[in-house]
């Protein structure tokens, strides 16, 4: 059996069904929340109550979010039906936990937990010690929280802003806000000797926000949560927040960590998601098989403070007046702090590059000018090549071509005209071998300087090198010509066609090739020529400073113009000779 019919066989035993075989059932969780998925501040809690719970418990879980709005519509004879819908839709599912989030839907689950969960274990959360109903955690459940430190939100504002007069206390008109209002008047009494307190709670939120653009000097407000106005209009996604920090006058507190960045001053926050956090983890021994009871309950106290350097720069808060071992966010780096290791590092390396570029500037210039007159001798020389071939060409093919074709023609009369046998058959021959100098003739004045690259183009001048190379050596010869521009300089044209003639020539002389593949095409800005034969090939290294005219003027017309030249070989596969020259114009 082969690696890949073994490897298929053991996936088909991996993913065959075996009998008797179970698969494990997803872990059911239950999570009632106050007020529902959009509603700050319990939206950062349930989310990361979720997320922590599917990346961590290592089992599948199969989540029912039911949204209570108890928070909103908290009517007493709204529950029996809310009760029973709930009945009808878990009575028949086995729940694995159940997480009620925040004060109302902790209070809602402690009632009604008898008829709804019997036997489920549950992990409260979100909910301040103070509202959780007495013997709650006594069976099969537990407590994740933080504990709300009222008066602690008062000395974080006037240890910020010591000369703040005024504390406007922004909430909304829910059931659980009112709660918090009554708190907040009764924790900040001890105050009242030092600061003002002005209540907006029973507004709707359009004459908070006339109220907040309009406060006088030295105030500070202080934002719980918005859940519902004064109106019955309810706000979701930190709606009443954001549109509060745009038209405030004074800056602002805000109590919930999910609120930080919209435009809060920060402080000691009620670390939402990390009671969701710490909830999940808990949720998670608890479909792991420990009791929920025997978790211990976790009463968070509040983290460090922490600051929006955005908001301290707004209302020109200093940082020296903030707390010990706050932490600030947001805050924009200067530019040494961004880049002080890139200018620290540039300065040294342009400290330790002068030095060196001054002393190359000489050494260059006099390389330059070295490498100058050296392209100008072998210029001059290539050119001088050329031209010469060029006026032998013309000579060839204007003087003696024309002179043999007359000659040809006058033996042709004499062969014809009534003679003797030895006449006719001398005559014979001496046509014949005039004919023979003519067409060598020819094809030597096409080798000095072929006339149809400059009539035709050097396609066409590629195509008939080969031809002509294919019928004198009996070698077949590919010639595949791909995109090319429609015209060619002839610099280039010229460099390309003698790189294709010499290296047919070694191919017919050396390689014992039978086939040789010719490629052309246009290629970055220059034309691409690749030569391929299938001969015996030799050993490059041991060529390497040969006596190799023929390979050496092949470089040196490329690198006069620019471009790359190599040649490949292995002995018994051939040789390959791969040239580009740029399309440049003659200058």
């Avoid at 890139?342 to 002068?354: C, I, K, M």
Wanted: aromatic fraction near 8%; hydrophobic fraction near 45%.
């Amino acid at each position: 059996m082969t690696r890949v019919a073994a490897a298929i066989a053991g996936l088909l035993l991996l993913t065959w069904p075996t009998p008797g075989l179970a698969v494990t059932a997803p872990k059911r969780v239950l999570i009632l929340d106050s007020f529902g998925r959009d509603v700050s501040p319990f939206v950062a809690g349930v989310s990361a109550l979720r997320t922590t719970l599917a990346q961590e418990l290592g089992a599948p879980v199969d989540f029912y979010d039911v949204p209570l709005d108890l928070g909103r519509f908290a009517e007493p004879e709204t529950e029996g039906p809310f009760v029973d819908f709930l009945r009808a839709r878990f009575g028949d599912r086995r729940l694995d936990l159940v997480v009620p989030f925040g004060a109302p839907a902790v209070k809602f689950t402690a009632q009604y937990r008898d008829r709804l969960f019997p036997g489920t274990p549950i992990v409260f959360a979100g909910v301040e010690p103070r509202l959780v109903p007495p013997d709650v955690l006594r069976t099969n459940a537990t407590l994740v929280t933080q504990k709300v430190n009222l008066s602690g939100i008062v000395e974080d504002i006037l240890q910020m802003q010591p000369d703040t007069t005024n504390i406007v206390v922004v909430f909304g008109a829910s059931r659980l806000e009112k709660f918090w209002v009554s708190e907040c008047r009764r924790e900040f009494q001890p105050f009242s000797n030092r600061v003002g307190f002005t209540w907006l709670n029973d507004l709707p939120l359009a004459q908070v926000l006339e109220r907040s653009a309009a406060l006088p000097p030295h105030s500070f407000i202080l934002f719980g949560m918005f859940v519902m106005d004064a109106s019955g209009i309810p706000f979701d996604n930190d709606e009443a927040l954001r549109r509060l920090r745009a038209v405030a006058n004074a800056p602002i507190f805000g109590y919930f960590g999910s609120g930080f960045g919209l435009g809060t001053i920060g402080g000691h926050m009620y670390q939402d998601s990390e009671v969701g956090r710490r909830a999940a983890r808990a949720g998670i021994r608890v479909l792991r098989g420990e009791p929920a009871d025997s978790i211990p309950p976790q009463i968070l106290e509040a983290a460090d403070p922490v600051f929006d350097w955005r908001e301290l720069g707004r209302w020109g808060i200093s940082e020296a007046r903030l707390p010990a071992g706050s932490v600030i966010k947001f805050r924009q780096p200067s530019f040494w702090e961004l880049y002080a290791g890139w200018v620290v590092g540039v300065g040294v390396f342009v400290l330790l590059q002068t030095g060196l570029i001054v002393a190359l500037l000489v050494n260059r210039a006099r390389r330059r000018v070295a490498e100058a007159t050296a392209r100008g001798f072998h210029g001059r020389l290539l050119r001088a090549h050329e031209e010469e071939r060029a006026r032998l060409a013309r000579e060839l093919h204007d003087d003696v071509t024309q002179r043999l074709a007359r000659l040809a023609i006058d033996a042709g009369q004499v062969e014809r005209a009534p003679s003797a046998a030895t006449v006719n058959e001398t005559m014979a021959g001496v046509r014949a071998g005039l004919v023979r100098l003519s067409e060598d003739i020819h094809a030597l004045s096409y080798r000095l300087h072929p006339s149809i690259l400059e009539d035709l183009g050097l396609v066409a001048a590629l195509k008939a090198e080969c031809e002509r190379f294919a019928q004198q050596e009996s070698i077949l010869v590919d010639v595949k010509v791909g995109e090319m521009p429609a015209s060619v300089p002839r610099q280039t044209a010229l460099c390309v066609f003698r790189i294709a003639q010499e290296a047919l020539r070694n191919a017919g002389r050396h390689s014992q090739a039978r086939t040789v593949d010719v490629s052309l095409r246009s290629l970055d800005g220059g034309v691409q020529l690749a030569l391929r034969d299938d001969g015996v090939g030799f050993d490059p290294a041991r060529e390497k400073g040969g006596p190799h005219l023929g390979l050496a003027s092949m470089h040196e017309r490329v690198q006069l113009l620019g471009g790359d030249l190599d040649i490949e070989s292995v002995p018994g596969q051939g040789t390959t000779v791969l040239a580009w020259v740029p399309l440049r114009e003659e200058p």
